[in-house]
């Protein structure tokens, strides 16, 4: 009687262990994984939206080119912080950081380092890097070869629709 009284919390403990390791893990047994989603948070500052800015801008012009920033403290008014972080499941963490000082109302210096093109962030979040997108707009072979479009005749002069014969409205 005694040996399953000590087997019994030894297998529980066991149990409980394997069930809190397949939470570590992204896959459950080994093919079975769940969805994770997509998580964005911040303002995304490219180079190109960074040329708008210089030593001298007003709050107003930095506000409308880099949008709203994501910290603005009040005990540092002076300063601006705009934070983008990207987590996706399978690949590694993006986080970019952009600090804007100001003197008074205008630009003193923005601290930015590394940041993307615009096209070289939408391929660093792009899932399909090995699909090529199609041209948007035809050569002129591809032109010629369209068929010439089908020349229909011009219908009567008349227009031609139902002939409906509504009774009287009143009776005389």
């Known amino acids: 009687m005694r040996l399953p009284a000590l087997l019994l919390p030894l297998v529980a403990c066991l149990a409980l262990t394997g069930c809190e390791s397949l939470q570590r893990t992204d896959s459950f047994m080994g093919f079975i994984t769940p969805y994770r989603i997509d998580i964005v948070q911040g303002n995304v500052v490219t180079k190109e939206q960074m040329a708008l800015i210089k030593p001298g801008s007003t709050r107003l012009q930095v506000r409308d080119a880099l949008g709203t ?46 940041l993307p093109t615009e096209q070289e962030f939408v391929a660093s979040i792009s899932r399909y890097k090995d699909i090529k997108p199609p041209p948007l707009e035809l050569n002129d072979e591809e032109r010629l070869a369209l068929p010439l479009p089908v020349k229909r005749e011009s219908p009567a002069d008349e227009p031609v629709g139902p002939v409906r014969d509504y009774p009287p409205l009143e009776r005389s």
């Open 69 to 114: 920033p994501l910290l603005a403290d009040p005990f540092h008014a002076n300063r601006w912080d705009y934070i983008f972080t990207l987590r996706r499941p399978g690949t590694e963490l993006q986080r970019r950081s952009v600090v804007v000082l100001f003197d008074g109302d205008v630009v003193k210096s923005v601290e930015a380092p590394d």
